[in-house]
Structure formats: structure tokens, C-alpha cells
């Protein structure tokens, strides 16, 4: 029997997943595929990873292992749904909660060694894992064609915005970047040379031939100065300021700059009080907010508000997450996610929202230089010509470089803060020096890797995607940059190996790859853009919300280098916001469209191998998906209105009618002609019966690791529903 892998991850997602799986694995019995789920949420990796401490029924396998190791293999079909890539305040709150829930597990500074093995998890920990393999994302016509016929709403841009983008030019990691192609394979070493000697920060860094090796250094006294002038840049112009960073993905690099910009913002707060902080462990690099909590214990606590209250009232207006909490931008380090907040700071005129909840233009500050242009070119574009319009405006579709983690998401391990001035070099096995650069105390230094197969199977998937779209192709890449240019003889090279006759192929660097994207969109006109991996993830991001209002609508397919198929379920998080709102009053605004969408691209995957059963399944999957976008059956934002469960209802019901009434397989439509009656007949009972569930709060018996019964009841609370389920 074949098996499709559906992944159990975190918050809405997760319990998303506790109302459709059921339905999945009712229809794909049918077609004689099995559907298994595997645990790589955020708990179940904390479990996985100190077996030694649990008791013999409280012990998890490595779920994520496992299918990093099934990814490699021709079997391999998974459906991958979005997980919490862990802050640390996130991940100290989901030790504290399973400890609450009795598991024995360590605090996260026990000892070095415990520190180490927690470190493993945060950040982009599951993705490179599995992710062996490019990603080909766009939107499926059917997103496409609704958000035509049903524009989101779009804010109103004036030529005269002060709203724009500050990036460094200078001393950040774009700036400081060198590279070296690897001539054979090697064993590397990245060692610190100081005043007191030679120390190694990593060795046995195993390099294959062909391998593109970077590193670069963001400078601390550079980085403070630049954040202190956009700190007075934004108060002398009257507008907001904001700092948008990846702070998780970027587990190592993004919180420290994150936290010297919370120090600059409040520079009264750690003259007086840094002491006392640091001897609390209270640290700027996890935000404002948990400063706030821990100096609630503390003697000096109300010099410390006061503190605080200082820099509010000295700095400029800050961009605020929640207004009505006061929740600002430095609050929280995973609160404000680049790729997230500027396309959506673009959507609403270039606006954020202010300490007395309205809409403010805003600086927003990006330090590292690398990528941070692209906004600027589509703030420019909308201060000339208007916003864009999603009934008219054409698609950007992404072949992104992200196999064998591929680019800065491999770079976690190879980044570290300077202690001391120094030098930091990467060496050979023989002892020569590929990189070397000059460091202070505070800078950071990283290293990242990209090895060649990725990049050749990268390009393939690129030219594959031109021909079967007719669509150009575009190479963000920029000679000016160390990395870009190795890449750029390579793809030239691998171009070679490709008929791209008719074909419309380029490189380009960013800022122009941005300009000719934007210009074709404006017209109508759909453009492939082809990504290294951050930008993947911001593109993937960017135009999809500027297209149909969301990029939890996107078509994340990963052609799996050795044959099997990753199918992600779209960008947009594993909205946290959407559990507080269930909690409060059981409705989850959760939009399981992108699980639609991966779920009939894996079935189609299954009839390749020749299950052409599973391809009906998906087929009629789509038909469905469709209906559901075209008569309204998404989940609404407000209770008492249709939810993700309700949704979940209407995709079941049409895709039922699409498989009775499809005429491909005559014993599969007799299956499902008696499913398809049955919700014809108590269909809208059921509908109001989800509806009339709401209102009041619900018990998940825990946030990271909610109680699986108690998660079961919540989401599927309609037992004429179940019934029908479980006589297919």
C-alpha cells in the first residue's frame, strides 16, 4: 500500500490537522494509500531529543531524522505542513510547559552541554532537514483566478510617503563577503587568531568539490552607529520606526542585531540597568517583553519601567504589533519576520500602526544590505504609479535554491559573536587560508556552504519550469557579490547542459530582477523568479501577499533530488494568533487551503508511480479546492461565522460530488455516490451545527503539546460528520 507522511506540527496547523486528517485518510483509503503522520513539532523534537530523561511510555522517536532520511530515497512522499521555527523565548515556554505536563526535561542553561543539544532546535531547524530537494512555488490558477474576480483590499499610496527602506552600506555581511569554489573535496577549519593565540571555533567543516564557500562579518561598532542615525533619522522626520529581521530562521545572527537594536532604542535602560539585567539573565537579544516579565522580581523593577518609559518618550513613535496590547515592534524578536512584515507593510500604502492604533509611515530598518533593495525598488514603484491592483496585475512565480541547506539557513552552526578583536579565518586541510577577516569584540561572524549538486539540480528545475510555463526565467543574482559571481559561472556553465532554445533566460541582479518583475506585473505579465534561499523565502512571501492577499495560498512543490516529492503546504506561519482566538472562542480562522493544494499535488505524485487511483483523488481534489474559493466556503475571521473546521465540511462534501461524478474510475465514483447523498442530505445541518459549536472557551490541555483528546473534541465536535466519515 503506498504512503503519503502528513506532517504533525504546531498551533493552528496542528490543530487544523486534528479536523482534516480524518477526512484525508477516509478518502485515501479508498484509493489504496495510506496516510501516516509523523511528530515534528516543536515538543516532539524537545522529547526526541533527551530520551535519557523521559520514563519508557514518555519516549519519541526522531521523527525529523527519520524523514530527513526518507526525503533522500525515491519513497519518499511527505506532505509538510508549517512548523514553529523557535525563538528562544518560545522555545524556554515550551520547556517550561512540558515540564508542567510532567516530562523531565532540563531547563535550557542546565550545562553547556544541554544548551548545545536545545540549540539544535531552534530556529529553521526542520526545514533544511527535510529539504533535499528545490522548491518550484506560484499560485494555482484557481488562487490566481478568484483573487481576479474577488480583489483583496489594497491601501492607497501617496507620492508624497516618507515611508522607505534604511540599510547599511557598509560593514554588514553583504559588504564583507568573500568566497572561494572548492577545487576538491577537503576538510575545513574556521579558526579565531588573537593576541593569545589560535583558537578553533569549528573543525571537520567536510567540504565536497565544487562546494561554494562563504563567510562574512556584520561589524558592531558599524551596526550601532547605523541604527542610532536611523533611531534619529525616524524621529526627525516624524515617522515610525521599525526593525524587520529574521530572528528566527536566522537563529544565530538576527537576535543579536535584533537586541542592539532594543539597546539603542533604550539606551537610558541599559546604562542604568545593564547590570542588573545581565545578572538577572535578562537579555536585550530576546526582546522588550521579556525584560518587562523578568524585572517584575527584581528590586529595581520600577526604575526600570521608568527606564523604559524614558526611551519611549525620547525616541521616535515606534511601529507597534498590537496597539491595543501595546505590543511593540521590539517586544518580541519573532513577532516581526521580514519576509512577513514589509509585504505587508507595502499592502496597507507603505503604513504601520502606531502606539494610538492608526497607520503611520514608517523607516524600516533592514540592516544587512544583501536583499534589502528589493523592497525599496516596489516602495518606489507604488509612490510612482499606485498600488497594485490583484484584479489585473499579473504572477511571480519562484524556483528557489534551497537543497542540502543550501546558502545562510546551513549557516547556524558556522556563525559566531567575536569576544575579542582578532582575525577569523577558514582553512584547508593543508593549511592554506581561503578567507580572512579582520574582527572587533561584538562583530559577528559567519560562514555558510552551497554545495554544486543543488545548484545543477537548481538550474534544471529552472529551464524544466520555463518550457512547461512559458514564462521567463530570471536569476537574481549580482556580480557585485562574491557568492553571486561563483554562482553565476555555474549557472552559465549549467545552462549548457540544457536545450533552452525559445526560451526566455536571465541573470540579473536584484534590484533590476525586482524592476522587471514589477514592470511585468504591472502588465499582466507572469515572470519566474530564480532564487538563492533568503530570497525564496522573501519572494515567496513578498508578491504572493501582493497578488492574492496571502502566501498561505501557494503551491510549494520540492522535487526531491533522488526521485520522491515534498509538498509543502504554503507560506504564513503557524499563526499563533489564530489559537489565542480558538482558546478564547473555539473558532479557528485557520485557512487550510494551502494543505488543499499540497494534498492533490502528493496524490498525483502517488498515481506517477502508478497508482492512477490517487490521481483521480487529486483531480477531483482540485475541483473541489476551486469550489470551495468560488462559493465563499473559507473560514471567516469572525465567530459565529464559518471556520477551518466548517471548511473542512465543504471540501469533503465537494470533493465526494467531483469523485461520484467523475467517470475515470467507475468503482471509486460507486465509493463515493452514497458519501456525496449523505452530505447532500445533512450537509447544512452539519454547516450550522459547526457554527452553533462556537462562542465559548475551549481547554487544548496545552499550547506546544496540547492534550490529543481534549484537541480531537474541539476540532471535531460534530458527530453526524464523524458518521459519515468512518462509512466510507
Not at 558592531?220 to 534619529?232: K, P, R, Y
Not at 549580482?478 to 554562482?487: G, V
Request: charged share 25%; with cysteine.
Amino acid at each position: 500500500m503506498a504512503t503519503i507522511i502528513y506532517t504533525h506540527t504546531d498551533e493552528a496547523p496542528l490543530l487544523a490537522t486534528y479536523s482534516f486528517l480524518p477526512v484525508i485518510q477516509a478518502y485515501a483509503k479508498a484509493a489504496g494509500v495510506d496516510i501516516e503522520t509523523r511528530d515534528i513539532s516543536l515538543a516532539g523534537r524537545i522529547l526526541a531529543t533527551f530520551p535519557e530523561r523521559l520514563t519508557d511510555d514518555q519516549r519519541v522517536g526522531d521523527a525529523l531524522a527519520e524523514l530527513g532520511e526518507l526525503a533522500k530515497t525515491p519513497d519518499a512522499n511527505i506532505i509538510k505542513l508549517p512548523n514553529i521555527s523557535a525563538s528562544l523565548p518560545q522555545l524556554k515556554a515550551a520547556i517550561a510547559e512540558l515540564q508542567g505536563q510532567g516530562f523531565d526535561i532540563p531547563n535550557y542553561d542546565e550545562s553547556d552541554e544541554v544548551t548545545a543539544r536545545y540549540d539544535k532546535i531552534k530556529g529553521s531547524a526542520v526545514n533544511p532537514v527535510l529539504r533535499e530537494g528545490n522548491s518550484d512555488r506560484r499560485a494555482p490558477s484557481a488562487v490566481k483566478n478568484y483573487a481576479r474576480k474577488h480583489p483583496h483590499s489594497m491601501g492607497a499610496w501617496s507620492t508624497d510617503s516618507k515611508t522607505r527602506v534604511a540599510t547599511m552600506s557598509g560593514g554588514d555581511f553583504r559588504n564583507s563577503e568573500q568566497s572561494v569554489v572548492m577545487p576538491a573535496a577537503d576538510t575545513l577549519t574556521i579558526r579565531f587568531v588573537g593576541d593569545e593565540g589560535e583558537r578553533i571555533l569549528k573543525a571537520d567543516l567536510a567540504v565536497l568539490e565544487g562546494e561554494v564557500i562563504d563567510a562574512s562579518v556584520m561589524r558592531a561598532a558599524e551596526l550601532d552607529a547605523f541604527i542610532a542615525a536611523q533611531i534619529q533619522a525616524a524621529k526627525d522626520s516624524g515617522v515610525l520606526f521599525s526593525a524587520h529581521l529574521k530572528a528566527t530562521m536566522m537563529k544565530v545572527s538576527d537576535p543579536i542585531i535584533f537586541g542592539r537594536i532594543v539597546r539603542a532604542f533604550f539606551p537610558a535602560l541599559f546604562a542604568e540597568y545593564g547590570d542588573v539585567l545581565e545578572a538577572a539573565g535578562l537579555s536585550a537579544n530576546n526582546g522588550l517583553a521579556a525584560i518587562l516579565a523578568g524585572a517584575e522580581n527584581l528590586p529595581e523593577r520600577d526604575g526600570i519601567i521608568a527606564a523604559i518609559e524614558r526611551g519611549y518618550a525620547e525616541g521616535p513613535a515606534l511601529a507597534m504589533v498590537n496597539s491595543d496590547k501595546g505590543i511593540t515592534n521590539l517586544h518580541v524578536p519573532s513577532d516581526v519576520i521580514v519576509d512577513a512584515s514589509m509585504p505587508a507593510m507595502i499592502r496597507v500604502g507603505g503604513k504601520m500602526w502606531n502606539r494610538d492604533g492608526q497607520t503611520q509611515d514608517t523607516i524600516a530598518v533592514l540592516p544587512d544590505s544583501s536583499y534589502a533593495g528589493i523592497y525599496q525598488v516596489v516602495i518606489d514603484d507604488c509612490k510612482a504609479n499606485g498600488a497594485l491592483d490583484p484584479a489585473t496585475m499579473g504572477s511571480v512565480a519562484n524556483v528557489g535554491l534551497m537543497a542540502q541547506k543550501a546558502e545562510e539557513y546551513g549557516s547556524h552552526d558556522k556563525t559566531f559573536q567575536m569576544d575579542a578583536s582578532g582575525r577569523v579565518e577558514i582553512v584547508n586541510a593543508a593549511g592554506e587560508v581561503l578567507t580572512s577577516h579582520e574582527v572587533a569584540a561584538g562583530d559577528i561572524w559567519r560562514a555558510c556552504q552551497t554545495k554544486d549538486a543543488p545548484i545543477r539540480d537548481w538550474v534544471k528545475l529552472a529551464v524544466n519550469r520555463s518550457r512547461a510555463s512559458g514564462q521567463p526565467a530570471v536569476f537574481w543574482l549580482d556580480p557585485a557579490r562574491s557568492h553571486d559571481a561563483a554562482l553565476i559561472e555555474k549557472v552559465n556553465t549549467y545552462l549548457g547542459e540544457h536545450d533552452t532554445d525559445g526560451l526566455e533566460i536571465r541573470i540579473m541582479t536584484p534590484i533590476e530582477a525586482t524592476k522587471f518583475s514589477v514592470d511585468r506585473i504591472r502588465r499582466g505579465e507572469d515572470t519566474i523568479s530564480v532564487t538563492g534561499n533568503v530570497l525564496r523565502d522573501y519572494l515567496t512571501d513578498l508578491f504572493p501577499i501582493l497578488e492574492v492577499g496571502t502566501s498561505a495560498k501557494m503551491l510549494s512543490v520540492v522535487p526531491l533530488m533522488n526521485g520522491g516529492g515534498l509538498f509543502e503546504t504554503g507560506a504564513g506561519g503557524s499563526a499563533p494568533k489564530h489559537v489565542e482566538q480558538l482558546v478564547s472562542e473555539n473558532h479557528l480562522r485557520w485557512d487550510s487551503l494551502g494543505e488543499f493544494l499540497a494534498l492533490a499535488e502528493s496524490f498525483r505524485h502517488e498515481a506517477t508511480r502508478g497508482n492512477a487511483r490517487a490521481g483521480v483523488l487529486g483531480d477531483a481534489l482540485d475541483i473541489a479546492t476551486e469550489r470551495i474559493l468560488d462559493e465563499d466556503k473559507s473560514p471567516s475571521r469572525r465567530v459565529g461565522e464559518i471556520d477551518n473546521r466548517g471548511s473542512h465540511l465543504w471540501i469533503a462534501r465537494y470533493w465526494a460530488e467531483a469523485l461520484a461524478e467523475q467517470q475515470a474510475d467507475a468503482e471509486l465514483a460507486s465509493v463515493f455516490a452514497p458519501v456525496a447523498k449523505a452530505f447532500a442530505e445533512q450537509g447544512d445541518a452539519i454547516a450550522q451545527e459547526l457554527i452553533d459549536a462556537q462562542g465559548a472557551a475551549v481547554d487544548l490541555g496545552g499550547y506546544y503539546r496540547p492534550d490529543a483528546a481534549k484537541a480531537a473534541a474541539a476540532m471535531r465536535p460534530s458527530a453526524a460528520f464523524n458518521a459519515i466519515l468512518a462509512s466510507i
